[in-house]
């Protein structure tokens, strides 16, 4: 069974940053390019940033490029996701997901809280 669980979530104010992470297990984490996607009240699931199985090639959406970082430990089964310069636009559920939106391989975690405000 595939199990990703997501921790790291909170509270900051804008300006600051928070790391997120996710541990996997159920499957061969090394084989599978992972993902952190977004969700805000009232919009569409977002796909936030993409990064593939050996973790040399990441892909990030315009609104975070450049704050957020995407990264992996194949040895821990672990990807985490580095959130500098937070806006409250950044406001959202953040999943950690096997595959990206729309892939055969998708499953996603139960999310984690992250709210941006003064």
């Known amino acids: 069974e595939v199990q990703l669980v997501e921790s790291g979530g909170g509270l900051v104010q804008p300006g600051g940053s928070l790391r997120l992470s996710c541990v996997a297990s159920?499957?061969?984490?090394?084989?599978?390019?992972m993902s952190w996607v977004r969700q805000a009240p009232g919009k569409r699931l977002e796909q936030v940033s993409l990064?593939?199985?050996?973790?040399?090639?990441?892909t990030y959406a315009d609104s975070v490029k450049g704050r957020f970082t995407i990264s992996r430990d194949n040895a821990k089964n672990t990807l985490y996701l580095q959130m500098n310069t937070l806006k409250p636009e950044d406001t959202a559920v953040y999943y950690c997901?096997?595959?990206?939106?729309?892939?055969?391989?998708?499953?996603r975690g139960q999310g984690t809280q992250v709210t941006v405000s003064s």
């Open positions: 997901a096997r595959g990206f939106i729309g892939s055969p391989s998708w499953n």
């Open positions: 159920g499957f061969t984490f090394r084989e599978y390019s």
């Open positions: 990064i593939n199985g050996d973790g040399g090639s990441t």
